[in-house]
């Protein structure tokens, strides 16, 4: 698994961690982006606004969040870029625990 902690150290810390959940706090600033990394089953908890364009293979999506969202994200891999004129302060919860039923095929880019 590409971990955005250690593929995108200088946007990803883990802030909290016990054997059920990671919470990772991720930041940027306006033109920045990520390399390409997984995301388990997570909750995304947005602490500004912000619009991202998310990449994952062919696939694109363009996502414009208020801040204050909940957020549900299906496991996934992507890449991102900050396309908006605000930092990126958002709180990811990663559930540790396998989804009931398995995996979603094919799962969500982005945020649901």
């Keep these: 698994m590409a971990d955005p902690v250690t593929t995108n150290p200088d946007h990803y810390r883990v802030v909290f961690e016990n054997e ?10 306006p033109g920045a982006q990520t390399t390409p990394h997984q995301h388990p089953d997570s909750v995304m908890v947005t602490l500004s606004s912000f619009r991202r364009q998310l990449y994952a293979g062919d696939a694109e999506v363009e996502v414009e969040i208020p801040a204050g969202s909940a957020r549900w994200l299906d496991a996934q891999e992507h890449s991102g870029h900050n396309i908006g ?19 979603v095929h094919p799962p969500r880019l982005g945020p649901s």
């Design 20 to 29: 059920r959940v990671r919470v990772l706090e991720y930041l940027d600033h």
């Design 85 to 103: 004129d605000t930092d990126t302060h958002v709180v990811f919860v990663e559930l540790k625990e396998p989804r009931p039923g398995g995996v």
